[in-house]
């Protein structure tokens, strides 16, 4: 199988395109090597074709997609970014750039696509309110996180509420622009799926780590910023109180996971012809954002994290999501439980960062 890999030099994009080559599949990348993304060198590949063009290049596009049998869509502008003056770059990477590329497979004749999806299309996880049952609260007040009021309350009677998993039906209630981004993302494929007959999967992750991860850069993940300072010798710095729910993938199960996808939308569809089909794709395995920091300068041998108090509006208190419809339709398994992740990821090598970030 012929794939294009767009943003194939990227973090996950550079494991997926190894775990296709393990497989026997011929990878093609098309990655821009933008510097927010790719400060330093990229990624040796040598058993991949390399396009060094922008996903918003439509005849770049239209020439990599030549004998393509299906589309491995990773390129994006990730995180939570700076401010709201990010939002038309995020806009334009992610959904035009998403926009020209369908527009491209459409007249290539490409029907085959996994999108690289994001849990944070959810917004707040799933809570239940011991008087009413499953409720969904809206996004938490500057004020109270400032008070130190960090886990949301049932928004009728005000009572605690109990967090749990989310299952891909659950409603989109994208709180920030770049989740904003990721749902356009998966309304644009599913809407060129119906569109051309095509048969589409969005992989919504979870928080990716591992090694290869960028550092100091504000556009990476909690679990960078935490490596990054204790290769620093600091103290990894935890917002609010470390609380907060997440699932921690690791980057090689999350390559998996798409190398299984493509195998699946191109010999025995998961939806018919026409559909996107979206799957929660994540460890199984909640652990807390301080969790995750004690395990990783326990495994560094550097200093414990700190807990901070402070917070960034945008962010969701607890956001797990149940991974089984993926691994029911597809037979996907993660392989790298939680603390040997770490232990990994603790040494392991970091981009550089960007120059002035």
């Known amino acids: 199988m012929r794939v ?5 030099a990227g973090f996950i994009g550079a494991h997926i395109v190894t775990a296709l080559t393990a497989r026997g599949h011929e990878p093609v990348v098309l ?7 790719h400060p330093g060198p990229p990624p040796d590949l040598p058993d991949a074709e390399f396009v060094r063009a922008d996903v918003r290049d439509a005849e770049a596009v239209r020439q990599a997609l030549r004998g393509v049998d299906a589309v491995c869509h990773q390129a994006a502008m990730v995180g939570l970014g700076k401010d709201f003056a990010d939002a038309p770059a995020y806009v334009d990477c992610n959904d035009h750039g998403t926009a020209v590329l369908l527009a491209a497979a ?5 029907r085959k696509l996994v999108l690289a999806g994001s ?4 917004g707040e996880g799933r809570y239940t309110c011991p008087v009413h049952g499953l409720v969904r609260p809206g996004p938490r007040r500057a004020e109270d996180l400032a008070a130190g009021m960090f886990e949301p309350r049932c928004p009728r009677c005000g009572a605690a509420l109990e967090p749990g998993l989310v299952t891909e039906d659950a409603p989109a209630d994208p709180r920030n622009v770049y989740a904003t981004t990721k749902l ?4 644009l494929t599913a809407a060129w799926a119906r569109a051309v007959g095509g048969t589409a999967v969005s992989l919504r992750y979870h928080n990716v780590y591992g090694p290869g991860m960028p550092r100091d850069t504000p556009y990476a993940g909690v679990a960078s910023f935490f490596r990054s300072a204790l290769a620093r ?6 917002f609010e109180d470390g609380g907060q729910r997440r699932d921690f993938v690791h980057v090689r199960d999350v390559a998996t996971a798409n190398v299984t996808a493509l195998e699946a939308v191109v010999t025995a569809s998961p939806g018919a012809p026409g559909t996107l089909t979206a799957y929660n794709t994540g460890s199984g395995e909640p652990h807390t954002v301080a969790e995750m920091a004690s395990a990783l300068s326990t495994a560094h041998g550097g200093p414990e994290p700190l807990v901070t108090g402070e917070f960034r509006l945008g962010d969701v208190r607890h956001i797990t999501a149940d991974s089984a419809r993926l691994r029911h339709d597809l037979g996907w398994r993660p392989s790298v439980p939680f603390t040997a992740g770490m232990t990994e990821f603790a040494h392991a090598a970091q981009r550089a960062s960007a120059v002035g970030v």
């Open 119 to 122: 849990m944070v299309v959810y």
């Open 233 to 238: 010798g600091e103290a990894p710095r935890v």
């Open 31 to 37: 990655d821009a090597l933008l510097p927010a993304a």
């Open 4 to 8: 294009l890999v767009t943003g194939g």
């Open 106 to 110: 459409a007249e290539a004749g490409v």
């Open 184 to 187: 356009a993302q998966e309304h």
